[in-house]
């Protein structure tokens, strides 16, 4: 009698729950090896956007001195009664009252086609689509004060809150505020607009790290006549301990200088009184008692 052959039964592929687990670990590496990476470079990318904002506004300045005689761009003219302030209009056409006429935005928003996603840019893109959404008035007014780079207020065609130009000129010096784009002395030293961060609600003296908005309409330089910043920079503290000015990308902000370029400043930059103050020779310059 022939003998049948039996053959084993064929072994079914599979992964076992031990391989399964060691592939699992190893992904789970993989993502956390390349998490940071993947972070800076998206926080890079946010920075170069901003950047480009900066240079954005710069040609609207520079449009803006064209229009008016080779005049610098005035920081925060609430006294003004020119016509850069009385014929500010939104986007609407409807005439922009007191104070938000006064912020940078709504004056200067007309040199940008209208746009105000390139004063919006980079992580306060998404603020600004939130925003639009709203009734009209409260658009007109929060547009207003949260852009995402702040104005060298004081410096840069004067303040009337702090130094406004012709009174704080004849009393300091002439040109410690910055009045004619010509009249600059270092121009790709001079700072006009930084990152900044304030709070929506204008309450910025009980802002903390919760309801801190990633924008502001004015920057204020760590020194006047005696220093104004803390003495040390940490994300918690509140902005106007700081100038109102952002660090936010890992302890740089982004600075738009009067040459028209934008680069990133590290924290000793920021403090550097020649950025700021077309008079400043020194970076702990003050204000002449």
């Known amino acids: 009698m022939k003998q049948i052959r039996k053959f084993p039964a064929a072994r079914r592929l599979a992964f076992t729950l031990v391989e399964l687990l060691v592939v699992i670990a190893i992904i789970a590496i993989l993502a956390a090896l390349l998490l940071p990476c993947l972070q800076k470079a998206k926080m890079r990318a946010r920075m170069i956007e901003e950047m480009s904002a900066g240079k954005q506004l710069m040609m609207a300045v520079q449009m803006y001195a064209d229009d008016f005689s080779g005049a610098m761009f005035a920081g925060y003219p609430k006294d003004n009664d ?79 809150d702090y130094l406004p130009a012709g009174p704080s000129n004849a009393k300091f010096g002439s040109e410690t505020v910055l009045t004619k784009m010509n009249a600059a002395r270092h121009p790709s030293d001079l700072m006009v607009f930084m990152s900044a961060r304030g709070s929506p609600s204008g309450n910025v ?83 002449p008692k």
């Open 82 to 160: 020119s016509l850069e302030t009385t014929s500010v209009h939104d986007n609407q056409g409807k005439p922009v009252s007191a104070p938000e006429r006064f912020r940078y935005p709504w004056r200067l928003v007309p040199y940008l086609s209208g746009s105000m996603a390139l004063i919006y840019s980079g992580v306060n893109r998404e603020y600004l689509r939130k925003i639009q959404s709203r009734d009209h008035d409260n658009y007109v007014y929060v547009v207003s004060i949260c852009p995402s780079l702040g104005i060298n207020s004081c410096f840069i065609g004067g303040d009337d």
């Open 205 to 287: 003296e009980h802002a903390n790290a919760e309801n801190v908005q990633q924008g502001w309409y004015r920057v204020l330089p760590p020194y006047f006549k005696v220093r104004q910043w803390a003495d040390d920079y940490f994300s918690t503290l509140a902005p106007d301990r700081w100038g109102f000015v952002a660090p936010r990308f890992n302890n740089h902000s982004v600075a738009a200088l009067l040459d028209g370029h934008s680069e990133s400043f590290d924290l000793e930059d920021t403090q550097d009184m020649r950025h700021w103050c077309n008079r400043a020779n020194r970076v702990e310059w003050t204000l």
